[in-house]
Every structure is written in C-alpha cells, then in structure tokens.
T-cell receptor
C-alpha cells in the first residue's frame, strides 16, 4: 500500500487534449511536490507547494498548471502537451519543506503524448 | 544551485558480496541526505537517510557514511541479495529542494 495515491496510473493524450493528474495524501504532510521522471533518469523537480501555496516553480512550461485545492490534494492540469512531455509523473509529500524528512512518492502516472 | 554527483552509474556484484555507491554534493548548506531505491516500474522509496550532525548510520545490511568536510556520502550494502537489484538514487537537501544524483543501477547476480 502506498500512502500517496495518484490517478490515473496511465494516460494517453493527444497534443490538443486537456487532462488532469490527481494526487492525494492523508499523512498530514504540509509539503507536496510534482516530479517528472524520464526513463533511466532521476526524478526532476517541477513544483513545490508548502501549506497549499506554490513555493517553487522550476521554470516549467505553462502547459503544465499545478493546483493545490487543500492540504491533502494536488492536481496537475495538462494542456497542449508535446510528445517530449511523455514521462512518469510522480507526486510526493513530506512533513514540510524545511523539515529534514524524506519524500513519500506515489506510484506515478505514466503519461504518453501522441 | 546544488549539484549531486553519483558513481558508479552501473554496478554488478555477485550475490553475497558488498556494494558501495558514492556521492558528492556541492552546496555546503545541505544538511539532509536520503537514499532511495527504485525497482523497475515502481516508485522511489526511502531506504536510509542521514542528517549532517551524524557521521554514520546503519540499518541491518545497509549503512550510510557522511563526510561533511569533503562533501561526500556513501551507501554500503553488505551480503547483497538478488532482490537488492534496482536503481539507487542519492539525494541532498538544504532548504526547500531535494536534488537527486543520476542514479546507480545495481545488478546482483545469483
């Protein structure tokens, strides 16, 4: 069982589609993250939310739009993606951005852009 | 910004042997160093971590050492087993971001 749940597990979308990735945690963590992982590469930070406020945007293109509706939920809205955006998208949470505590990852959404 | 280098990129050992993975970091403000294991098709999972006020930490067959002066930290796996085969990522955190090394693909041959 994972403590961070992500849906959907797989997503295939065309370049003109709009879709959303969802992430949920119930550990009381105050920090939530989106990472992108390409094959045989480390996770690459996209966004950091702290207490439901966007704290870091790692110069991610505007076709990716994050949203944190409450302390347990994190969404990533996708629009007009490119084939090179195909990757595993990992959500993670931690106690807080300034805590020396580990990231808890969800199982990820494997995204294919056609 | 922080940079984490990890070596080797691939490591192949015989079952029962030890495996060592080494990382260096650039930002002296980094003070938390987790290690994650990622099996094929699965999420990264924490296996051990160390904070900057500690030089060594051990958990059964896994140990991590930290040399703050040299900005080095290492993962040691003893008595390796086939189920240890995976990609291992070191990471460093100082502030908001956790920066990952490039990963080491460990193969344990039975």
């Amino acid at each position: 069982d994972t403590e961070v749940t992500q849906t959907p597990k797989h997503l295939v979308m065309g370049m003109t589609n709009k879709k959303s990735l969802k992430c949920e945690q119930h550990m009381g963590h105050r920090a939530m993250y989106w990472y992108k992982q390409k094959a045989k590469k480390p996770p690459e930070l996209m966004f950091v939310y702290s207490y439901e406020k966007l704290s870091i945007n790692e110069s991610v293109p505007s076709r990716f739009s994050p949203e944190c509706p409450n302390s347990s939920l994190l969404n990533l809205h996708l629009h007009a993606l490119q084939p090179e955006d195909s990757a595993l998208y990992l959500c993670a949470s931690s106690q807080g951005v300034l805590y020396n505590s580990p990231l808890h990852f969800g199982n990820g959404t494997r995204l294919t852009v056609t | 910004g922080e940079n984490v280098e990890q070596h080797p990129s691939t490591l192949s050992v015989q079952e029962g042997d030890s495996a060592v993975i080494k990382c260096t970091y650039s930002d002296s403000a980094s003070n938390y160093f987790p290690w994650y294991k990622q099996e094929l098709g699965k999420r990264p999972q924490l296996i051990i971590d160390i904070r900057s006020n500690v030089g060594e930490k051990k958990d059964q067959r896994i140990a991590v050492t930290l040399n703050k002066t040299a900005k080095h930290f290492s993962l040691h796996i003893t008595e390796t087993q086939p189920e240890d085969s995976a990609v291992y990522f070191c990471a460093a955190k100082g502030g908001f971001k956790t920066i990952f090394g490039a990963g080491t693909r460990l193969f344990v041959k039975a």
